[in-house]
């Protein structure tokens, strides 16, 4: 694999206050990466850095070795990332504007927008809500939307902060099964900001554990699960405990 994102000397700083400082970290192509680390940690912080939806204090962000900045990024560069939240934020109208929304704003032709609309609603199984007003459907339902909207757009990077957090266990399981499937199938760089280490397990093929606005550990995603380093040890083993 070759590396497709990656900062160098990065530091975040808010009203005089260090929040992250990461000296090095790469995300290679086709790969899914775990974020996951204590609450205050810095993981929302460090995936808006790198999706350019904010700016660091100091340092570099780089895109296939390419240095970006947030203020002069061309809106093709924009267009390769894509980021689903844990809140959904869909329209006031139907589930397929919603969908359809991203690829309206390219203005691509109406054959294409409906086709590939139709594909993602049927690739989530949300292909019976269509005429569905987006304010009515439940919260996995509203998830399902939210994630197809962002891989319609064929992202290179797909971010993910935190998106199953609302939902209740098993429409998180199926959900998680099912978006498995399809960032394999489709090889999507994803980066994944999580607080449960069940869903790092299930879905991620590396992990970074961020303490303290610092990446303390990193690697294959069971390597640091079983076997985490004096300082994450802590946090990892209050989740092994928690999920025995």
């Not at 100091?58 to 980021?83: C, H, P, T, W």
């Not at 994630?147 to 319609?152: K, Q, S, T």
Request: with cysteine; charged share 25%.
């Amino acid at each position: 694999m070759s590396t497709l994102l990656s900062i160098e000397n990065i530091t975040y700083s808010k009203q005089q206050r260090t929040i992250l400082s990461i000296p090095a970290f790469a995300i290679e192509q086709g790969e899914i990466i775990g974020i996951m680390g204590p609450n205050g940690a810095g993981k929302s912080t460090l995936l808006k850095l790198l999706s350019m939806l904010d700016s660091p204090s100091e340092g570099s962000l780089f895109f296939k070795g390419a240095k970006l900045s947030a203020q002069n990024v061309s809106i093709d560069m924009r267009r390769k990332f894509a980021i689903a939240l844990q809140q959904s934020l869909l329209l006031n109208t139907t589930v397929y504007q919603n969908v359809a929304l991203g690829l309206k704003l390219r203005k691509l032709p109406k054959k294409v927008i409906r086709d590939k609309v139709e594909y993602w609603l049927e690739k989530f199984k949300i292909a019976h809500l269509a005429k569905k007003h987006a304010y009515h459907l439940s919260g996995g339902e509203a998830q399902r939307v939210n994630l197809a909207r962002a891989m319609i757009l064929d992202p290179e990077v797909l971010f993910l902060d935190e998106p199953f957090s609302a939902l209740d266990f098993p429409t998180k399981v199926q959900l998680l099964k099912e978006l498995k499937e399809i960032l394999k199938a489709t090889k999507t760089t994803t980066v994944f900001v999580s607080h449960d280490l069940l869903e790092v397990k299930y879905l991620t093929d590396r992990l970074a554990i961020l303490m303290n606005g610092e990446i303390c550990q990193i690697g294959p995603t069971l390597e640091v699960v079983n076997n985490p380093n004096q300082v994450t040890a802590p946090f990892i083993e209050e989740w092994n405990e928690f999920i025995k």
